[in-house]
């Protein structure tokens, strides 16, 4: 591993190399002498981008958590049927666990021990909450069985999904990785969508 430059250190680039280190180690195994052995520079040029480890930490959350509520701003998110709606939260979920893998992966290992962390599962919670609310609007609406219990369909469809970060390595193949987020959205829907 070639050891970065003092110089050509950004507060991206030391947050990418401190996302690594935290998913190889373990936050609470991580130290700030870890984490400047990795970027090679020194802790006081680290304290120099952040105040300390929990800053990153929180960054670095900050950027999946950002990526998972941006999606419910968008358009496919509130137009249309409520099925519709959760299919397409669904597939994009999947495409920003693809797109943000460390930093998603971080997000789902943190634990609660750090106030940062106990923010991040709360705010991870709300956004569970806010798709369990989709998926009973569609059951509401008659699109989703009636059999199947709402809060347990929310924790195996954020199983199937948040599984991705243990098997899945990025691809290069936009077509790849659109099948990827498909394939998800067919197995949870075709499961839970009424018969037609």
Known sequence: MTTAKRDT???ETLLSV???VFNERGYDGTSMEHLSKAAGISKSSIYHHVSGKEELLRRAVSRALDGLFGI?????????KAVEQVEYVTR???EVLIAELPYVTLLLRVRGNTATERWAMERRREFDHKVADLLKA????GDLRADVDIRL???LLFGMINSLVEWYR?????AEREQLAETVVH???DGLRTAR
Do not use: C, I
């Open 72 to 80: 419910l701003d968008e358009p496919g998110a509130g137009r249309g």
């Open 138 to 141: 569609a059951a509401a609406e």
């Open 187 to 189: 197995l949870a829907f």
């Open 153 to 155: 369909a929310t924790r």
């Open 9 to 11: 250190y950004t507060p």
């Open 92 to 94: 994009r979920t999947v």
């Open 170 to 174: 990025p691809h290069p193949d936009a």
């Open 18 to 20: 401190a996302v690594r």
